[in-house]
Each structure stands twice: as C-alpha cells, then as structure tokens.
C-alpha cells in the first residue's frame, strides 16, 4: 500500500491519477476534507481508503500501519501569504517530522514535498544541494517552515535515506478549490472570459520590464510523472528541485493563454499589494540537470503545450477535472 497525503488536494490527486494509469490502486488517501470542493479531484480516482490527516498521525504515533510500501507527503499549508506561524510549524513542519521518523525506522520510502519559496530571492542560486541549502533565506514564513524541515533532515542524516521535491510554479487541471492561490493561468483564464484580458503585477525594478517577472512554470502531469520517477527508482535519495529548467515571463504565460484562445494578446499592468512587494521573487529558475542525466526520464512538455492542453481540454471543458 501506498500512502499519498494532501492526496485530495491538486498534485496529490495527479499523482493518484498517474498511479492508477500504472495499475496501483491500493492506495491511503490522507487529507483534510474541508469546506472547499477539493472532494471533486477524487471522484475519478481508485484507492482503498480515505482518512483524516490528524486521524492518520494518530495511528502513525501508535504504529497501527502494516502493509506500507510509501509514503508520498504531499499535505501541507501551502499558502505563501500564512501568517499564523503556529500554523505552519505544526502543519509542516512537526508534522513532516513525524512522518520521516516512522517511515525512516520502519526502512519505508518517504518522498516529501519541500518549496522553491524556500530559496528566497534566488541571492544563492537554485541548487538542492546541501551547500547551498544552509545558506538560504526564505521571503515569507511558508517557505521558511519548509526550508526548517529540509535543514533537519539534512543535519540529521535524513536525506541519505529520503526524497525532499522542491516544486516551483506548478499549474494545471484539480486546482480549483485553491481560491487565490490557484495558478496564473487559472484566474488568467477567467478574466478573460469575463474581461477579455489579463492583469498582471507590475514590476519595482528598472532593469525588468512590466509583467518580464520570470518563473518555473511546469505542468503537473508532468510533475506527476516526476514524482512516480522517484516512487520507483529507489536510487534517488536527497533533495531535488522539480520545475522545467526554463524560466518564463508572466507575459510568456499570459501569450501562451491567449494562443490557446485563439484570441489577441491584451494585457493590464496593476499596482502590487505593498506587503507582496518586499517579498516578491523576480525570478526562479530550477537546477534541473539531475534529471537531464537520469536514466528512462519522461521529457517534460512545453510551456505553450502545457497551457494548451489545460485551456482546451480542461478550463474550457464543463467538466473541467483530470
């Protein structure tokens, strides 16, 4: 049996979809079934069973598992706006702890979901090495709660046994109940069908243009696909950055919703909320030459493939689910 936690939310739920393309249904869903309509991402799928998160760290913390292949710690507050630290450092941070130490001493495979929000404004590089991980800085509390877990299991020897993912701007289909954290392309595409253009930050340098901010955008079926690599080659052990390898410029992204309309380009500049702006990324852009060198990898689709394949056989579809 495989455990996916946050297997209800937006890439937990991919990944299942990936898992059941592969035959495996003996699948624990674990999650927080709130008031949002993140239940809808699981109606297609095929698993054994549902249970609450806080349900599961109890039978965790009494070992009352048997049976377990993995786990896939996928649930987290992911919110890069959170302000209640409480919050983060009990929802990913002690957590997290929790997991790895049950999966480590039972010689179980644990795959965890760190951040790109944890290398701060990108001052040291985006390598997912240990070097360069004691160094960072993250800009909000979010990516500063993932980047404590990283730093534990490092200094604790953790990371010679386990995955950490550090995804960046990951989009597609089963991101709905996000709200405002859903991706650019999402709200992008709605404030086209309703305004016929897109809204994007303004930038607060002189040296990048107007909407020139620049991301990892990389699709979540292919995030999905990444994250099985690591479910079953079980050489990979330590951190690893997963994006495209190419960063994009908001104004990129919003030409590639267009194109995939059918529609001109219009786009609107607007003013950055003044907390957002000492916080802001400029730009991210994953170190992905592990994967470049990995054998059997699955190359990954383009930014205008991607949005495409969102836009026309999902946002645009009644039933817009994976």
């Not at 409480?86 to 039972?106: D, E, G, I, P």
Request: one cysteine or more; charged letters at 25%.
């Amino acid at each position: 049996m495989w455990i996916v936690t946050g297997g209800a939310g937006f890439i937990g739920s991919v990944l299942i979809w990936k898992m059941n393309q592969q035959g495996i249904e003996n699948i624990l869903v674990v999650d927080r079934m709130d008031a949002s309509e993140k239940w809808k991402n699981l109606r297609k799928r095929r698993f054994s069973d549902v249970l609450d998160a806080d349900a599961f760290l109890d039978v965790i913390t009494r070992n009352k598992l048997s049976g377990v292949e993995g786990i896939v710690h996928l649930g987290a507050t992911t919110s890069t706006t959170e302000t209640d630290t409480a919050l983060l450092m009990r929802n990913n941070y002690a957590y997290t702890q929790t997991l790895a130490r049950w999966a480590v001493s039972k010689k179980k495979r644990f795959i965890y979901a760190s951040s790109a929000a944890t290398y701060g404004d990108g001052a040291h590089g985006y390598g997912a090495d240990p070097h360069t991980t004691l160094k960072l800085l993250p800009l909000n509390m979010y990516g500063y709660s993932k980047h404590l877990f990283d730093l534990w299991a490092l200094r604790n020897g953790l990371l010679r046994q386990i995955v950490g993912i550090k995804f960046f701007n990951i989009y597609g289909p089963n991101e709905y109940h996000k709200g405002d954290m859903r991706s650019v392309v999402a709200k992008a595409f709605e404030q086209i069908q309703s305004a016929g253009k897109v809204r994007l930050f303004k930038s607060y340098r002189k040296t990048i243009g107007h909407g020139e901010q620049e991301r990892d955008f990389l699709y979540v079926k292919d995030a999905a696909q990444a994250v099985y690599e690591f479910m079953t080659q079980r050489t990979f052990k330590g951190l690893y950055n997963l994006g495209a390898g190419k960063a994009r410029s908001w104004n990129d992204l919003a030409k590639a919703i267009f194109a995939a309309l059918g529609k001109p380009v219009r786009t609107e500049y607007i003013e950055m909320p003044g907390t957002l702006r000492q916080k802001y990324q400029y730009h991210t852009q994953a170190d992905m030459g592990w994967r470049r060198s990995a054998k059997g990898a699955v190359p990954f689709c383009s930014l205008e493939d991607g949005v495409r394949d969102y836009v026309l056989n999902h946002l645009n579809q009644a039933d817009p689910y994976l």
